[in-house]
């Protein structure tokens, strides 16, 4: 039951805000984090890279086929296919909100509105359980395991880091997209764990 509170705690925090800054011009908190723009601007286009979908499908598929082998590689599915149901959602939230991207882009145009951050819910929703199954499963050992699960860990805090260093969205969008994943999550982990 606390995981379902949690979730929707998130996910009603989520369309709060989403309420918010779709009538309000840019807070403070947005104009604050802009600063980030144009900080570490390759290693921001990395993580931008790991947060799209070629790239979740492949970090996706490799972990299942790792963990076939081990004979849990249907978890590592069902992670993957509640990514993909996580996107679609924030694909229509972000139709609802209807907020324009930042001006200033470091890198390529994107065509999609802003809130709230997809890359951001990604790094909750797909590098999060991720690495927590890393750092328990047992058919590598520890090291490789701890290192591998820190790496993903790495992900989940640089996909929305990336996403303000590249002036793609607004500190808000970012947390909107926190919001979301974390509820997505806390969801998804009451269903399965049921």
């Not at 802009?34 to 890279?49: E, H, N, V």
């Not at 590592?76 to 149901?85: F, T």
Request: hydrophobic residues 55%; aromatic residues 10%; charged residues 10%.
């Amino acid at each position: 039951m606390p995981l379902w509170i949690a979730a929707a705690a998130c996910l009603g925090a989520c369309v709060a805000l989403g309420a918010y800054v779709r009538v309000h011009s840019v807070p403070a908190l947005d104009l604050l984090a802009s600063r980030l723009r144009g900080q570490g601007t390759p290693l921001a286009a990395f993580f931008t890279r790991l947060g799209r979908w070629y790239a979740i499908v492949l970090i996706g598929l490799l972990a299942a086929a790792a963990a076939h082998n081990a004979g849990s590689g249907v978890l590592l599915l069902e992670l993957l296919a509640s990514q993909i149901l996580a996107q679609g959602v924030i694909s229509r939230a972000k139709l609802f909100f209807s907020r324009a991207r930042p001006e200033r882009w470091l890198l390529k145009l994107e065509p999609d509105l802003s809130y709230p951050s997809g890359h951001s819910a990604t790094g909750v929703v797909f590098f999060v359980p991720l690495a927590y199954l890393a750092w328990h499963v047992t058919f590598v050992p520890p090291l490789v395991a701890d290192g591998i699960g820190a790496a993903l860990a790495i992900c989940a805090v640089g996909l929305p880091w990336s996403r303000m260093a590249l002036g793609a969205h607004y500190a808000t969008d970012v947390i909107g997209g926190l919001l979301f994943g974390t509820g997505w999550l806390c969801a998804t982990v009451a269903l399965v764990t049921r």
